[in-house]
């Protein structure tokens, strides 16, 4: 069996009553030892592994800040001063995306669920194929959890962290401009307009350079064309399954928790989307990495709309099935799964 398999079945066989009910700190402790050490140290596994790895090398010769975002090349040459190479690296940024992770599952009524919904594309595409994109969704993940309990600015430095790891993350700074939590909605909108500014200025020549090669190239301005991603359309429509979910009983989700408006605004962001991905599939795969906590939080949510009618333990049966089968799709039949195949373990 394959290990991705087993990382799935991990959660998956414990039992229904664990499933239902919030756990201890003590159970997921092992969770995220297991699945940080599986992905911190898996060796030559994930689409860029190689120009990781090239990067890595350049940080430890000449102190390397190039093109790729601050925070990660810090901890490139933090792991090179400690002759920890790319699997300490790895294992920084798995760290940081699990504790977020496992922060915003546990803040959900069905937490191990939750966490069975992020395994096939949270856990083994992004975490282990994107590595600076998911300490960028870690960091998001915690700054959601902050933000659901009106701690705007919490969210702000959550941000703020992201957008060192990933630059698309200065998308996130909306959020604040949209939700009305329990904060000084005025203050929180002007510092995160100011931030958004000073962090493009910061980073002037990479965003120009981003939009040039993506959008422009996709409208035929540039010479060349720009890349693709052939599963962006897949993974948009994996977040737009929970967008319509939470559309269609937006209603009853709003009676029981006061954060929906959060998962509304994302959800309306998915839909929009959806006409761009045509001509901006590589733009929109990466903006829609940033959306797949939707999925976590939804389909974690939606079988306690049904616990009066007793249909709750069907639908959690019927999630569980849903997202194994795509995790197996994704290992058979994805264009770049062979790059996630087989599984090597340092």
């Not at 990067?55 to 933090?78: D, S, T, W």
């Not at 959601?144 to 957008?163: C, M, N, P, R």
């Not at 035929?220 to 429509?237: D, H, K």
């Not at 709003?254 to 959800?267: F, P």
């Amino acid at each position: 069996m394959s290990p991705y398999f087993l990382l799935f079945l991990i959660p998956v066989f414990f039992s229904f009553n664990r499933v239902k009910h919030p756990n201890p700190t003590i159970f997921w402790i092992p969770i995220f030892i297991i699945f940080s050490l599986f992905v911190g140290f898996r060796t030559e596994v994930g689409g860029d592994w190689f120009t990781y790895l090239r990067h890595y090398e350049l940080a430890g010769l000449y102190g390397y800040f190039g093109r790729l975002e601050p925070g990660y090349q810090f901890l490139n040459i933090v792991s090179s001063e400690l002759a920890g190479g790319i699997y300490l690296v790895n294992l920084m940024c798995a760290s940081i995306f699990f504790y977020g992770l496992i922060a915003l599952c546990r803040s959900q009524p069905l937490p191990l669920l939750a966490f069975i919904v992020s395994i096939p594309y949270m856990i083994v595409v992004t975490s282990m194929g994107y590595t600076r994109q998911s300490v960028a969704l870690g960091f998001f993940m915690l700054g959601l959890v902050s933000l659901s309990k009106g701690k705007g600015y919490h969210y702000f430095l959550y941000i703020s962290l992201a957008t060192l790891f990933h630059k698309v993350a200065i998308l996130l700074y909306i959020l604040l401009a949209l939700y009305r939590g329990k904060v000084d909605f005025f203050k929180l909108f002007l510092i995160s307009f100011f931030s958004a500014v000073f962090v493009f200025f910061l980073f002037r020549e990479e965003f120009i350079h981003l939009f040039s090669f993506y959008i422009l190239r996709s409208f035929g301005l540039e010479i060349g064309n720009a890349p693709s991603s052939a599963g962006g359309i897949f993974r948009l429509f994996m977040n737009l399954i929970p967008s319509l979910l939470l559309i269609i009983f937006y209603k009853k989700m709003r009676d029981r928790w006061d954060d929906i408006n959060i998962w509304l605004v994302l959800s309306f962001i998915t839909i929009l989307l959806i006409p761009l991905i045509g001509v901006l599939s590589t733009v929109i795969d990466r903006v829609s990495v940033f959306l797949l906590p939707l999925q976590v939080v939804v389909m974690s949510r939606f079988p306690v709309l049904f616990s009066r009618s007793g249909g709750s333990d069907l639908i959690i049966k019927l999630i569980i099935l849903f997202y194994g089968i795509t995790l197996a799709i994704w290992l058979n039949y994805a264009n770049h799964a062979g790059s996630w195949l087989p599984y090597r373990f340092l």
